[in-house]
């Protein structure tokens, strides 16, 4: 009879493990479908190449299936996701060499030897990645928010959140990178870089 009542007490324990699994797993499902636009938005904002924003992605989500059970804990698991993607863009990043200034000032050199009205288009390319290139050269702190607020088009408490500061820094950091981007692209234009 003990032998009995233990066999069964030991099969509700295995069940009871198994309907938490699967709780897990379908958790984890929802997660990712919900979330996998914001993840991969947010690692091409840093990365800017589609290719390494995908295998951030992916790299995000296998470090949440190795948190899996956290998941279930998280308050927020839109902000929580957008802290791991964000962390993981930046490691991914870091790997990736700075480009230099001199590289800087052939880019502005290029783009002022272009008049003709047909090369307006790669202009405005080039323009583009001047301007890419200079966000990129901005510090760390004020580059993140900057780049969740304008290209990603994130909310302050969201960045907040996301970068784990108050949104008075939030405001703070964007106002001052806006102000520095302003200063050098007109540096730049100007040939002084």
């Not at 902000?79 to 993607?85: P, V």
Request: proline share 2%.
């Amino acid at each position: 009879m003990f032998e009995d009542l233990r066999v069964a007490v030991g099969q509700v324990i295995v069940d009871e493990a198994m309907v938490l699994a699967r709780a897990e797993e379908d958790q984890l499902e929802l997660a990712v479908r919900q979330h996998a636009q914001l993840v991969y938005r947010i690692a091409y904002s840093v990365l800017r190449n589609h290719h390494d924003a995908e295998d951030a992605t992916q790299e995000t989500f296998v470090r949440v299936l190795r948190a899996q059970r956290k998941l279930t804990t998280v308050d927020d698991p839109r902000g929580w996701l957008a802290r791991i993607a964000w962390r993981v863009a930046i490691e991914k990043k870091r790997k990736v060499a700075e480009v230099g200034l001199e590289d800087i000032g052939e880019m502005v050199a290029q783009l002022q030897s272009k008049t003709d009205a047909a090369d307006q288009e790669l202009l405005g390319t080039e323009m583009t990645a001047l301007l890419q290139l200079l966000i990129e050269r901005l510090p760390r702190r004020l580059r993140e928010p900057l780049v969740l607020s304008t290209l990603e088009e994130m909310s302050i408490p969201d960045i907040a959140v996301t970068l784990g500061t108050s949104e008075a820094a939030v405001r703070s950091r964007v106002f001052r990178a806006r102000q520095i981007l302003k200063e050098r692209l007109a540096r730049a234009l100007e040939g002084k870089i």
